[in-house]
């Protein structure tokens, strides 16, 4: 699964990555500035912080999370 967020002229991607059979979930983060990656157990807990960083980077773009039914 690939996945993008387009925020202004840079695009964040987002890219959860199996890493064996059974796990764990590697998830890069790539945007401008590098890559942050994050290694998480399940991968429920790796689309949760998909959602995470979704949800930041509307903050940042002063989208109000209400406004598009999403609880804080």
């Not at 979930?25 to 399940?42: C, M, S």
């Amino acid at each position: 699964m690939l996945s993008f967020f387009t925020e202004s002229p840079d695009r964040v991607r987002w890219e959860p990555v199996q890493v064996s059979p059974t796990g764990p979930y590697r998830l890069g983060i790539h945007h401008a500035q590098g890559v942050i990656l994050e290694t998480f157990k399940t991968a429920a807990m790796a689309v949760r912080r998909i959602q995470e960083v979704e949800e930041l980077l509307m903050v940042a773009k002063g989208v109000r999370l209400s406004a598009l039914g999403a609880h804080p």
